[in-house]
Every structure is written in structure tokens, then in C-alpha cells.
């Protein structure tokens, strides 16, 4: 019934603890991991960067789990967990980036400096920075560049934008995938999938490439990380990805983090059921509230 | 003890339309009158006996000159790379030192908060402000011996600075200006620093067009503009069609504020009159199709408790309304209601959640029910700061 839609992973693994105790060379590969290498307690280290990752993103997402007792190595099956929709706006069209600039005010909380005192007339300290929190999300963007509060405003709800982007990750049914707009915006001309009437390639530095790079990532989370796959959906060569990619350092950032994590995954499903053995009783237990996917290697 | 600053400063002090604004200020028998006659302007609420003198034209207010604010000046001095390192060192050197002293003394700012200035100081001053970001970072002789240029001389930037943290004079003052909203406002002593919080009127009165046309094409007042800063912001959002009459009692406010007009190309939209209050707009009774105001609402009690770049810097005409600080605003009020054209609006702001509650009580009650849809607006650090309405 679902089919072969793909899950945003939520990395609340009840194996965290487990993430302290395998050797360290089962996840060199993952940038992730290294800052919890050597650790050997079986409590969270303070700045858990797989913690930190599977709170920052999908929290409206619902899906049933499956916990894990047998693998599939080689066959490319995938299987999928069940996928619950909700009506949250970022559901419709757009999601939160298709709100206006007001609507997605509404949805934060703005701190400027807690001002003491009356403030007004009363005042003249110009702590300009203004902090967004996005309360849907969590996530929080801030600025304090500009000499104006209001300036100030604008940069933060533009790099909320941004982040939301980044870290807000939607399904994409890849059976019947056809790319939105925003995403044949911001691709080469020479894409075999793009018409004219995109009108020009809407590069890094465009405002309105956010919501293009929204897009490009919920696809590449839907192949699995795969650029070769990705870019065949899109009617470019890989290398014309990877040069796209490249543009905006976050956009980078964010695909190699999506790859890495999925490198983890991969890692700790071929030891789970080892320490499973090894602890017996004692092996950290709660579900594993993730996708199950085997690996398969990027072309 | 409290001096009307924005007066005493013009070069035409002894004039005879000075003594007698200023006398005016202390005529007894005020309503108002402030029980502390050592503030001279706290009585400008009568409406009765004295004729407005400012009322029509006034030629004084063209004889000051307006300040061109830092940024603006021609960079014709220069200094070594070397040099404005130095300064730079030893302007982030005082800032430290202060620790958080004004802070305990009077809510000042913090070194933090100082340094900041500091590097904002050096934007408007330097040249070329990418500069700055090679500031504290180590160089080669080459690179340190290149020349800068500067807005002022190194000579005057260390004076400057050292104004900043000895006397506590306002950056924005240093400066000439201030970041507000959207736009660069030129202030100078004799002019109010416009507020972050005074940002919001303008959100207010965009709303309000945007909902009303007929509002948008009307006539709008700025009372008691200052710098201009509500006139300059307001405009904008009214439009091309759009119409200001922008009122101050101060002669170097109305100065200013025409300057900033004039920096925006708005000259064709806003006209500054001087004078106090609604004397200079009494030939427009009941056309008004909006109102806004930041009068000065500070109770005259706290004003030697201010922060001193407030208080000892900014005009104390911009800032003391009286024994409870409501003494401009409700005379404001008093006279909005015949001001306005039916369904006009207004927008005043004031020093916090009791002002407002008094405010908002007197409108529904006491102003003879000429209001509609009275309501008490938060500013952007959610303390309850504006009272708006419409006249029915």
C-alpha cells in the first residue's frame, strides 16, 4: 500500500548507548561519529551528535517501527515502514516554506535581548541580535549582523528559511516522482527534464533557491543518498549533481550528512544483532525507531 | 536643572520667540503645569490663552545647519593600517575596562555591548569597512603600511571614542545617525535617537492602509517628529499617493527631520511644520485621516534616574511628560478626536502596560465616546506599548 515511499530516519535509537561501545573503525566513515569514539560509558556523552540529529529533524513525523532481527545483505530488497500522514502545513504544498513571511512569524518565537527595565524612550542599548525560535520545529535561526532590529528580523526569517530547508525533510513517492518546480529552477538548463519555461537557472545566491534545495534534498533522502540516482531523476549527469551540490556550502553539508548517516545506519544494523549475542540481557534495549535498509553502493 | 536643550543650543537663543516658547512653557495656572517649575517644558498641553507663535512658518528653524552624519562625509583624511590598529587597540582596551560599571549604575551598556559599538564606529569612519575584519588580526609590515582613508582624522576618532566612554555621549550622536527599521536616520544632540520599539507604529499603520484604502490616501500626522524617523517610515508604506504633515516644537528637530526627508526624495510627500502639538495644523481640523505620535512620557521623576547617554544627552523636551509622564498624551488625546476625520486612526505610543490601561480607560470613557475599536498593542519585546483606535 505504501509502496516504496521513503521514510525521513529518526535516529532516536534506543542503541545510543550502543553507539559508545562499538570499535572505532566500524564508523570512521561517519563524521558523525567521531566525537563519541573511545567512549565507553554507557550514558549519553554530553553533545551527542546522533542525538543532537534525530532531534533536530522530523518531528511531525509519524511511522510504525519495526525492531530489527534479520538482515538482508545483498538482495536490494527495501523495507519499508509504514507511513502516517499528517495534516501538518508542511504536508500541503510548499510546507513551511510556502508560508509568508508573516505566517511563518507567527509560528516563532522572537527573542531580542531581554531587555531590563521599561525600555522605549527609556533605553538607548542597541542589542540588535534577533533570535527565531520555529515552534513547529524547534529549529532556531539567528541574526545580529545588522545595525537595525528590523534588518535584524528579516535575516533571521531568511535564515529559518534556510534551515528549514536543510533539516526539514519531506517523503517523496519515487514510483510516480516528478520533480516540483522549485527543484527544476534551481537545475542546469542542459536537464533532459526541465522545460523552458523554467526560465533561467535560479543559482546559490537567489533567495528563492532555498526552496529548490528543499526539494533536492527530500529526493536525495529518498534514494538513500544516492547522487547517481538522484540525478537520473533529474534528468542530469551525476557529475552535474555533484557540481550543484557543491554550489552552497550548506547544501553540501547537508547531502554529506545524509550520506554519512546512512554509512551509520548501515554499520550498526550489521552489528546489532552481534552484541545482541554478545550482552544477551544486558544489551541496551528500546526500539529501534528507524528505517531498515540494506545497503546499496552508490555507482 | 533639566534644560530645554533643543532651545538653549540654537544660535539664536536670546531671540524673542525663544523667551517667550519658553515662557510659555511656565505660564501659571497651567493644567499641567509641572509642580517642578525647573522643567520648562512640561507644560506645553494648554490649549488656551497664549496664540501659537510657531504656527505659522517659522524662518529660525532654516538657520540651523543639519549635521552631515559620519557616513556621508567625504573620506579626504587618511591614516596607516599601522595606525588604525592602534586605535582600534585602544579603543577595545576602554570599552573593556568598563566592565559592567554603567551597567550597575544606570542599565549602561556592558564592554560587549561597547565593543560592538566600537567596530560600528569604525564602519562609518573607515573608508573601505572590510577593512575593519583585518583589525585585530596580525599582518605583515606591507599590508601595515598601506593608507587608509578616513571620514575623519585619526586625531578625531580617538576624541570621538573617548566622548563615548567618558562622557558617555550616545554612538549615535558620534555618528550622526542611526539604523532604524529600513533607513539611516542623520540625529544630533538636540534630536531623539529613534527607538527599536517606535519601529512597530509603522507595521501598525501598514496594516491599517492595507486593510482601509481610503485611509491610505488621506492626510497622515507625525506629532513631534524629532528625526523624522515615523514621517520617513510611514510614507514609504503609504505610497505614492501619500500625504504627511510631520510637526515639531523643536527648531533643530524640524531641521533634521526636513534633512532626512530629503535624504529619502519624500520632500513631495512630507512637510515639516514647526510648532507644538496641533498649532500648526489647525487649519486642517477634522481632515486628518491618521495619526501618530511618540510623545515624550517618561515621568518626570525617573528622568535623573536615566541611563546617562540618555539623560544626560538627549533632549529633555523629547523625553519628560510630566508628574505620571501622560501629560502629552492626554492632551493628545484630547484633541484627537476633533483632529481626525470620522474613522480616521491613531496610533500613540507610550512608557508601558499602566500608561496604556490609562490611556485606553480615558478614550472609552472620558473623551465623550468618539472612539471605536480602542486597543493595546505590544511592542516587539512583548511589553504593552501602543494605544490605537478610530474616531467613529
Known sequence: MMGRCRLPICLKLGGIKLVGSLPFALYTSSALLCRTAGANSLSLPPANPIADFGRRTWPDCKFHCQRITAFSSSTGDRIGAGCASDSDSHRTEGGYLGLSDEQLMSQCEMETFKASGPGGQHRNKRETAVRLKHRPTGIIAQASEDRSQHKNRASA??????LLALKVRRPVDL???????????????????????CGPQIKANNPKFVEGMQALLDLIYAVNGSISDAAKFLGISTGALSRLILSDDDLRMAVNELRASKNFLEAVFTVYPLLMLVFGENSPSGSVDCLLEDGTSDS | MMKARCLLRAPYSSSPLVSSTLHRFCKPGNKFASQNHTLAFSSSVSSSSVSPISSSPSPLSSHHKPQVPLFLRPPIYSATLSDLTNFFNWGKTLASS???????????????????????????????????????????????????RLRAGLDQIYQLWKQRIEERRPLQYIVGCEHWRDLVLSVEEGVLIPRP????????????????????????????????????????VLGKSGK???????????????????????????EVRQGSWFDPLMDLEGELAGMVSNPPYIPSKDISGLQAEVGKHEPGLALDGGVEGMDHLIYLCMRTSTMLKPGGFFAFETNGEKQC????????????????????????????????????
Open chain 2, 98 to 148: 568598563v566592565g559592567s560599571s554603567f551597567e550597575q549604575i544606570d542599565n549602561g551598556p556592558d564592554a560587549t555591548l561597547l565593543l560592538r559599538e566600537l567596530k560600528w564606529f569604525l564602519d562609518d569612519a573607515v573608508e573601505d569597512s572590510s577593512l575593519i575584519l583585518h583589525l585585530g588580526t596580525p599582518q605583515n609590515e606591507r599590508f601595515l603600511s598601506m593608507e587608509v
Open chain 2, 197 to 236: 520599539e517606535t519601529e512597530k507604529i509603522v507595521d501598525l499603520v501598514e496594516d491599517v492602509v492595507g486593510k482601509c484604502g481610503v485611509l491610505r490616501e488621506g492626510l497622515w500626522v507625525d506629532l513631534g517628529t524629532g528625526s523624522g524617523a515615523l514621517a520617513v517610515g510611514i510614507a514609504r
Open chain 2, 357 to 392: 490601561n490609562l490611556l485606553a480607560h480615558y478614550l472609552e470613557n472620558a473623551a465623550g465616546s468618539n472612539f471605536r475599536d480602542v486597543s493595546i498593542v505590544s511592542d516587539f519585546a512583548g511589553i504593552l506599548r501602543f494605544v490605537t483606535g478610530y474616531r467613529k
Open chain 2, 244 to 270: 504627511l504633515i510631520a510637526t515639531d516644537l523643536s527648531p533643530v528637530a524640524v531641521a533634521v527631520a526636513r534633512y532626512n526627508v530629503e535624504r529619502y526624495g519624500l520632500q513631495g510627500s512630507i
Open chain 1, 175 to 197: 514510483d510516480a516522482y516528478s520533480p516540483p518546480i522549485e527543484l527544476l529552477r534551481i537545475l542546469p538548463p542542459k536537464s533532459t527534464v526541465r522545460g523552458s519555461e
Open chain 1, 157 to 162: 526569517l531568511n535564515r529559518l528559511r534556510a
